[in-house]
């Protein structure tokens, strides 16, 4: 889930979201992003652009959901953070052309930190790829060094004692 280089703030209404992580289809940094929301709100100043009301943000397999999504730039322009807040905020994303199956996580807060390529979902979350999930309070994964950690997660609606993990088998070669 790494965000496009640099993604400067579109027009007055909008910002611009991309994805380019290590696990991500090559062409979906390529692709035209669009943003679809009931509001929209920019302070190009503070580089803060803030949607609400169903908003659906594409590009290329990438695709993000939430009631309400904030996306903030660093000082250089680059996308900062996005986060994604619902009753559930919703990501996927395809991995490689030669596996169609998406990767998919839900969470009542899902936040993306391109500065240090973290994706951090917060509450309810569930993340699901090829079959194997992972339930927990807090699940946190590096996009670079593709290391994930699930626990507790302090604050939340639905406390959990646990983490749930299904892993499923490898496919054996016929």
């Known amino acids: 889930m790494r965000l496009v280089k640099t993604l400067p703030l579109l027009l007055s209404l909008s910002a611009a979201l991309g994805s380019a992580s290590a696990f991500a289809l090559p062409t979906d940094r390529d692709q035209p992003i669009r943003i679809q929301a009931d509001n929209a709100h920019l302070d190009d100043k503070q580089g803060v652009a803030t949607y609400t009301g169903d908003v659906i943000i594409t590009q290329g397999s990438m695709m993000i959901k939430g009631n309400t999504v904030t996306m903030t730039r660093a000082a ?52 699901e790829n090829e079959g194997n999930t992972t339930e927990g309070e807090k699940i946190v994964y590096n996009t ?19 983490i749930d993990m299904v892993i499923q088998p490898k496919k054996k070669a016929e």
């Open 76 to 127: 250089n322009g680059d996308i900062d953070v996005v986060t994604s807040v619902g009753n559930l905020a919703y990501f996927e994303q395809q991995q490689s052309t030669a596996k169609p199956d998406k990767m998919k996580g839900w969470a009542i807060t899902i936040q993306y930190q391109a500065q240090k390529d973290t994706v951090i979902l917060t509450d309810r979350a569930k993340v």
């Open 144 to 162: 670079k060094s593709q290391v994930a950690t699930a626990g507790r997660g302090g604050n939340v609606t639905a406390p959990r004692q646990r």
